[in-house]
């Protein structure tokens, strides 16, 4: 079991959208970073802090579950998407992502400020300066440590 921390701005896709959908592909990333963790990393039932960024205040709303394995992003391939890649073919795609399931929705918003303030929390990536990057790798002692935050 692993634990990550994924990024979504909420007036995109919130944790309310993921709670009515259950289920969405998580496309759209464009990182080679990020795009890693998703190919390499992440496994079915791994669970996810479901970040809304750029927000007043941004923090962590909730949480999803991996639930299928990162498969060729679709969005690369449509000249409509924002997302449209000419470089990427089928034969050989260049962007891949996972579908992610909504777990659960918090009571109320862990603001960043917040996370920043615990002590214990001064290791996870989301707090370190100039660290952007839209998923994230979280240790368990971290993700334990939020969801007693929530309670």
């Given at each position: 079991?692993?634990?990550w ?11 309310d959208?993921?709670k ?32 809304h960024?750029?927000a ?5 709303a ?5 639930s ?7 969005t ?6 924002e997302?449209?890649?000419?470089k ?20 109320e918003?862990?603001p ?10 001064k290791?996870?990536l ?10 994230q ?10 969801l007693?935050?929530?309670?």
């Amino acid at each position: 079991m692993q634990y990550w921390l994924m990024k979504s701005e909420p007036d995109v896709f919130s944790i309310d959208d993921l709670k009515k959908q259950r289920q969405t592909t998580w496309d759209g990333v464009r990182n080679y970073q990020a795009r890693n963790f998703m190919m390499n990393d992440m496994k079915v039932g791994d669970l996810v802090l479901f970040y809304h960024s750029n927000a007043k205040p941004p923090g962590i709303a909730g949480l999803a579950t991996v639930s299928k394995k990162a498969e060729p992003d679709p969005t690369q391939f449509d000249k409509k998407s924002e997302y449209f890649d000419p470089k990427a073919t089928k034969d050989k795609p260049r962007w891949f992502c996972v579908k992610v399931k909504f777990k659960d929705k918090f009571k109320e918003l862990i603001p960043l400020e917040e996370i920043k303030s615990e002590k214990a929390l001064k290791d996870m990536l989301v707090v370190q300066k100039g660290q952007r990057l839209s998923i994230q790798p979280v240790k368990e002692k971290d993700f334990n440590h939020i969801l007693k935050m929530n309670k």
